[in-house]
C-alpha cells in the first residue's frame, strides 16, 4: 500500500523568509502524481502545487516549489518569501494514475510565520 | 460561492443516535469524494462517486456508514448508531478531472 511521510509535525518561519516542508512516499508504481494542499485554520482544504511522476522539471507555482526526487521517493515543498497568510497545515498527497484511485495523504505540517 | 458546500457544519450528537451531512458539489463536477479527518491525521477516504454511481469504498466504510449521490447532483454521508470513534472532521471533494479535487469545508462531528 502507498504511505506518505511527513516528518515534521510543526515548522515555523519569519516573515519574508523561505522554508521548506518535507515528504517523502512509498510506492511500488512509476505513474502517479504528488500534490500539496493547504489547510488554513477552520477554512477548507485548497490546492496549492501538483507534480506529475512522469515529469522531470519541478513544478512552480508563484511563490511555491516543489523538490521532487523520484529515486528517493522525495517530494519537498518550498515557500519563498513567506507571508502571513501561508500560516496553515500542509498536506503533501499522493495519488496512482489510474483509474479512481483516490488521494493518500500525510500527516500534516502546520507551519507558523512569525510577523 | 460556486465552491463545494457542506452542510451542517458542525453537529453534535449523543451516542447511538443517526446523523447525516449533505454535500453539494461544484455544478457539473461529475466525480465526488468523502473522505474522514481524524485530529492529527490528514484526510482518509471512504467512498466515491462518479455521477450517480458508487464506484469505490474503503474499508473504513464500516455497515454503519451509508452514502448516496441521487441523479449525480448532491451527495448525503449518513452515519447510524454513532459511536464516539466517529468524531472527526468529514470532507467532501469534487472534480471534473481526475487531478484536480475541490474541498468543501467539512462537517465536524462530536460524538458524546
Known amino acids: 500500500a502507498q504511505t506518505v511521510t511527513q516528518s515534521q509535525p510543526e515548522m515555523s518561519v519569519q516573515e519574508a523568509e523561505t522554508v521548506t516542508l518535507s515528504c517523502t512516499y512509498d510506492?511500488?508504481?512509476?505513474?502517479?502524481?504528488l500534490f500539496w494542499y493547504k489547510q488554513p485554520p477552520s477554512r477548507q482544504m485548497i490546492l496549492v502545487i501538483r507534480?506529475?511522476?512522469?515529469?522531470?522539471q519541478n513544478a512552480t507555482e508563484n511563490r511555491f516549489s516543489v523538490n521532487f526526487q523520484k529515486a528517493a521517493k522525495s517530494f519537498s515543498l518550498k515557500i519563498s518569501d513567506s507571508q502571513l497568510g501561508d500560516a496553515a497545515m500542509y498536506f503533501c498527497?499522493?495519488?496512482?494514475?489510474?483509474?479512481?484511485?483516490?488521494?493518500?495523504f500525510g500527516k500534516g505540517t502546520r507551519l507558523s510565520v512569525i510577523a | 460561492d460556486t465552491g463545494v458546500s457542506q452542510d451542517p457544519r458542525h453537529k453534535i450528537t449523543k451516542r447511538g443516535q443517526n446523523v447525516t451531512f449533505r454535500c453539494d458539489p461544484i455544478?457539473?463536477?461529475?466525480?465526488l469524494y468523502w473522505y474522514r479527518q481524524t485530529l492529527g491525521q490528514g484526510p482518509e477516504f471512504l467512498t466515491y462517486?462518479?455521477?450517480?454511481?458508487?464506484?469505490?469504498k474503503s474499508r473504513l466504510l464500516s455497515d454503519r456508514f451509508s452514502a448516496e449521490r441521487p441523479k449525480g447532483s448532491f451527495s448525503t454521508l449518513e452515519i447510524q448508531r454513532t459511536e464516539q470513534g466517529d468524531s472527526a472532521m468529514y470532507l467532501c471533494?469534487?472534480?471534473?478531472?481526475?487531478?484536480?479535487?475541490?474541498f468543501g469545508p467539512g462537517t465536524r462531528l462530536t460524538v458524546t
Open positions: 471533494a469534487s472534480s471534473l478531472r481526475v487531478h484536480e479535487q475541490y
Open positions: 510506492t511500488s508504481e512509476s505513474d502517479y502524481y
Open positions: 507534480q506529475e511522476a512522469y515529469k522531470q
Open positions: 498527497a499522493y495519488r496512482f494514475n489510474s483509474g479512481n484511485t483516490p488521494l493518500v
Open positions: 455544478s457539473e463536477h461529475n466525480r
Open positions: 462517486f462518479q455521477n450517480e454511481a458508487q464506484l469505490e
